[in-house]
């Protein structure tokens, strides 16, 4: 089965920096559809930026300017660059996989999931 691994993360001051990276394991399918979505304490999980296999990236609002994704298609990885962090960043991070693309909203369509990663930002 297809295994979501996820690292990076940690505490931060506002203002500073966090890379987060995925990598999928356990298929040998490439081109998987790669997302990053969190969740703060009580709240309801929320996407943050969705790839699809040809590189093009959707991002939400609230992280737009601040956020980078990168990653390979082909070898099933994603990177999350995160810039100027704020306190309400603060949340674990997830990542997500499957074979389609699928809104913000739809984010439980997704087959596959990472542990998360716990970012938190200091004011």
């Known amino acids: 089965s297809v295994q979501l691994v996820e690292s990076g993360g940690g505490s931060v001051q506002a203002g500073g920096s966090l890379r987060l990276s995925c990598a999928a394991s356990g298929s040998t399918y490439s081109g998987y559809c790669m997302g990053w979505f969190r969740q703060a304490p009580g709240k309801e999980r929320e996407g943050v930026a969705v790839?699809?296999?040809?590189?093009?990236?959707t991002y939400a609002d609230s992280v737009k300017g601040r956020f980078t994704v990168s990653g390979d298609s082909a070898k099933n990885t994603l990177e999350l660059q995160m810039n100027r962090l704020k306190p309400e960043d603060t949340a674990v991070y997830y990542c997500?996989?499957?074979?389609?693309?699928?809104?913000?909203?739809?984010?439980?369509?997704?087959?596959?999931w990472g542990q998360g990663t716990q970012v938190t930002v200091s004011s």
């Open positions: 997500a996989a499957d074979r389609d693309c699928y809104d913000f909203d739809l984010a439980a369509e997704y087959a596959y």
């Open positions: 790839r699809d296999p040809d590189g093009s990236t």
